[in-house]
């Protein structure tokens, strides 16, 4: 059950500002001092509430989060400020109007009002819904809120929708089990003229419908969702859209390509996740000039150092045999303390491995644990 925003404190802004405030001073004291001050139980527990989501709102909402009102389930299920504006820029470029369908709190519907679409938001949780209008009300904008399900309300000229991945605290990885199911939510909004449906990002390339453009998106190096685009609005089969530091940049191409596989180089790259996860690789290695050295392993090997926001790039300083006994006495030759582990395709376990290494000295580097035909190897690296 979801909880219900209290009109006492929606129309109370002095309240909302003075239980953030005793939150930060007295910690666990705050219901107390809350309170002492006149405020009835009840609210004070709601105030404290919202001002504890408020806090934990700010890495996806930044100081928007201050004027927003949050249930913990749906902040969790919220989609990050910054992606939800990138989403609703690329609609308002090709629509006037937008459904929004499982719309939660009501921040991608947020997003769509901004860019100057005509929103219908649609949620089924009669509770949440009331946190979606008070947060269009919070930032006065013209958002309609309906209380319906997706499967069954008209859609605008364009639609967006974002089902529930999670049920009873748990978080359901095959879009059939999504509320509402992939598969009806996509035959709906294969309705309109231009559609986008987010999902995990965990989710198998075999339910990318024909035609569909497929976009994973990661923040800071973290790989928050996929979305699937469809109809007009699909540009192209895949694109992996990296924000980093605030900008944003992509990557696109057929998911088909295969990379070449050669030799270790003096440059190692490791792409983002999200570019992993659309099946770019190929793509990214003609950009940098680089190959595999291992056919199924997403690393890049070059001879050039490259800059790019779509990987990390390390310094090849050495290749080893991936032997604990032959690692230790070579790395405690360098004094190497501080060991950054990574492996990828030797099922090894980064945290065995270094008890095994019983590192010591002032020195720090990257070892990465992987294939190089067909040997396991450790490449020991330094930043590039
Ligand atoms: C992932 S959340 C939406 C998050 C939202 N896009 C945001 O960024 O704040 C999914 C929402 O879908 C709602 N929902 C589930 N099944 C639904 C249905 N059949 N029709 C409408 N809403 C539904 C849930 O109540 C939940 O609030």
């Known amino acids: 059950m979801e909880p219900s925003l209290p009109e006492a404190l929606l129309t109370d802004p002095g309240l909302q500002a003075r239980a953030a405030e005793v939150l930060a001073h007295d910690g666990d004291r705050a219901p107390l001092a809350l309170r002492k001050a006149g405020v ?64 939660g709190l009501g921040t991608e519907a947020l997003a769509f009002a901004q860019a100057g679409l005509e ?44 089902p529930a991945r999670r049920s009873g605290g748990t978080r359901n990885f095959n879009p059939a089990d999504y509320s509402p199911s992939l598969d009806p939510l996509l035959t709906r909004l294969r309705t309109t003229r231009f559609a986008a449906v987010k999902l995990g990002p965990g989710i198998s390339h075999d339910w990318i419908p024909e035609g569909a453009e497929a976009e994973w998106v990661s923040v800071d190096r973290d790989v928050v969702e996929a979305c699937l685009w469809l109809g007009e609005a699909a540009q192209t089969p895949r694109r992996a859209s990296l924000l980093k530091s605030g900008t944003w940049h992509e990557l696109t191409g057929t998911g088909e390509e295969r990379a070449e596989v050669g030799e270790v180089a003096d440059y190692l790259y490791e792409p983002d996740g999200a570019v992993i996860r659309a099946g770019l690789i190929a793509e990214l290695a003609e950009d940098l000039n680089a190959h595999m050295g291992s056919e199924d ?26 032997h604990p006994k032959k690692l230790k006495p070579l790395l405690a030759e360098r004094g190497i303390g501080r060991l950054t582990i990574k492996q990828r395709g030797t099922g090894i376990d980064p945290a065995t491995l270094r008890k095994q290494l019983k590192l010591k000295g002032p020195e720090e580097a990257t070892l990465v644990a992987t294939r190089l035909a067909g040997a396991h190897v450790a490449i020991l690296c330094s930043e590039a």
């Not at 392993?297 to 991936?322: N, Q």
Request: charged share 25%; hydrophobic share 50%; aromatic share 8%.
């Open 297 to 322: 392993i997403a690393y890049l090997y070059g001879d050039t150092l490259t800059e790019t926001a779509f990987a990390r790039a390390w310094k090849v300083e050495e290749v080893w045999p991936l």
């Open 40 to 103: 009835e139980p009840a609210l004070a527990a709601a105030a404290l509430t919202l001002a504890d989501l408020r806090r934990h709102a700010r890495p996806k909402f930044g100081d928007l989060a201050d004027r927003l009102y949050f249930t913990r389930a749906g902040l969790e299920q919220a989609t990050r400020w910054p992606v939800a504006v990138r989403r609703a820029s690329r609609f308002a470029a090709s629509a006037g109007e937008v459904t929004d369908l499982c719309c």
């Open 119 to 162: 929103v219908e938001a649609v949620e089924m949780n009669e509770a949440t819904a009331g946190f979606a209008k008070a947060n269009a009300a919070a930032l006065d904008l013209p958002v309609r809120v309906t209380v319906a399900d997706a499967l069954q309300t008209p859609l605008a000229e364009s639609a967006f929708a974002d």
